[in-house]
């Protein structure tokens, strides 16, 4: 079986470190707005963009809730 490989010029794919695993890998987007998911260890992270972009961990005891 052929590997499927990654298509950089897709818009739902992100590279970035996860706050959750430390490995610098691919998040996919969610239908959330700025969740990803580690395509690694498949926890979600939210990223925030303000001059430098960040990942936070979302945790289940602290769920992500978008207020915008």
């Known amino acids: 079986m052929a590997e499927k490989l990654?298509?950089?010029n897709d818009p739902n794919l992100i590279v970035g470190q996860c706050p959750h695993?430390?490995?610098d890998t691919v998040f996919k987007k969610t239908k959330d707005k700025n969740v990803y998911t580690c395509r690694m260890c498949y926890k979600t992270a939210?990223?925030?963009?303000n001059g430098k972009i960040h990942w936070f961990k979302v945790s289940e005891t602290h769920p992500y809730i978008d207020y915008v």
């Open 46 to 49: 939210k990223q925030f963009k």
């Open 21 to 23: 695993c430390k490995i």
């Open 6 to 8: 990654i298509d950089p």
